[in-house]
């Protein structure tokens, strides 16, 4: 279980979500990251919201920290969530990677229909440095919890030269796609029947409906978290 770090500082990240230009011309992401960074407007709790994100910080930024401690808060409010490092997990499925209280609490969620799960994986710098794939890790937590996906939150964390927008996030939603919603359709009344007689249409007991447009939860969530001042980072105590 983890336990918080008693010189952790809250510093009320806020996060800048990029746009389908921004992404377009990744080469201009680390020369624009302080703009980005002083101009975020997303808090923890939007971002948590979404579905699937990756977060984009430089070296230095503590994203570490930060994804650790979401956690930790997260488990406080009686949530499920799991901190995993995908360089481990290239090599070991989540369950072995877990201590006993949080391999019970991942069983738990497993069992429970509808309870949500956050899923922070950090980091993808390190496990490419380590020769270790992408694919290989997040294959592994496929296996894992693919009966469970649409209950599945999930961060992923990288340096932005290392995330490449369009394989990454294709093997991103590759084995962690935002799943389909399966919505349930009512009987028909007998006018109903008479009419789909009539029309000819065709109609199914489940009806498959993608949540898009504009539920932004179902979309996948880039964001940039800028690097604090060296004066906080050094600091382990400021009076609020």
Request: glycine content about 4%; overall charge neutral; hydrophobic content about 40%.
């Amino acid at each position: 279980m983890l336990v918080p770090e008693p010189k952790y500082i809250a510093l009320n990240r806020r996060f800048h979500e990029f746009t389908a230009n921004e992404i377009a011309a990744p080469d201009q992401i680390a020369s624009r990251s302080e703009e980005y960074g002083f101009h975020g407007s997303l808090k923890w709790e939007q971002v948590l919201e979404r579905k699937r994100v990756v977060m984009l910080a430089s070296a230095g930024s503590g994203k570490s920290e930060e994804m650790r401690q979401q956690t930790r808060r997260l488990i406080t409010e009686g949530k499920q969530a799991f901190y995993v490092r995908l360089e481990d997990l290239a090599k070991e499925p989540i369950e072995d990677l877990l201590l006993p209280a949080d391999q019970k609490q991942f069983l738990a969620w497993k069992r429970r229909s509808s309870t949500t799960a956050w899923f922070f994986l950090d980091s993808v710098d390190e496990l490419k440095l380590s020769q270790n794939t992408l694919e290989t890790a997040l294959r592994c937590l496929h296996r894992s919890i693919q009966q469970y996906l649409d209950r599945a939150h999930v961060v992923v964390s990288s340096r932005p030269t290392d995330w490449r927008f369009a394989s990454d996030e294709a093997t991103l939603l590759k084995w962690l796609p935002i799943p389909i919603r399966m919505v349930e359709k009512a009987e028909p009344t007998g006018e109903e029947l008479f009419m789909e007689v009539i029309s000819r249409e065709k109609h199914s007991e489940i009806k498959a409906t993608f949540d898009g447009g504009g539920d932004s939860a179902q979309t996948l969530c880039t964001v940039w978290v800028r690097r604090q001042p060296d004066v906080i980072s050094r600091n382990t105590h400021i009076n609020q």
